[in-house]
């Protein structure tokens, strides 16, 4: 009922930048939260920053003061702005969004989807 189709991952030499994107489409009625996890070969999916409709954020203390979410809720979007990527960065990077949808079957019920992942490599 809600897809997430994320894109702007890729490889990057450290200190470099990269923008995220992620659009949500389908019968969607709200979204609440949108967010990026990732997941480091061999490690546990981990959150890297969360933005609330009224853009209240949250960024794991790992990536604060170089990584920015953002959103446009109009266009049911967020982006995940990278800067000063670091080796230690490189990750697959998931898109997520919780909210509501509506269907004619069931009225409004609420939805937590992913994106498939985007691979972010940063490396020399």
């Known amino acids: 009922q809600v897809q997430l189709v994320e894109s702007g991952g890729g490889l990057v030499q450290p200190g470099g930048s990269l923008r995220l994107s992620c659009a949500a489409s389908?019968?969607?009625?709200?979204?609440?939260?949108m967010g990026w996890y990732r997941q480091a070969p061999g490690k546990q999916r981990e959150l890297v920053a969360a933005i609330t409709t009224s853009g209240s954020t949250n960024h794991a203390d790992s990536v604060k003061g170089r990584f920015t979410i953002s959103r446009d809720n109009a266009k049911n979007t967020v982006y995940l702005q990278m800067n000063s990527l670091k080796p230690e960065d490189t990750a697959v990077f998931y898109c997520?969004?919780?909210?509501?949808?509506?269907?004619?079957?069931?009225?409004?019920?609420?939805?937590?989807?992913w994106g498939q992942g985007t691979l972010v490599t940063v490396s020399s």
């Open positions: 997520t969004a919780v909210g509501t949808y509506y269907s004619d079957t069931y009225g409004h019920s609420g939805f937590e989807a």
């Open positions: 389908g019968s969607i009625f709200s979204i609440y939260t």
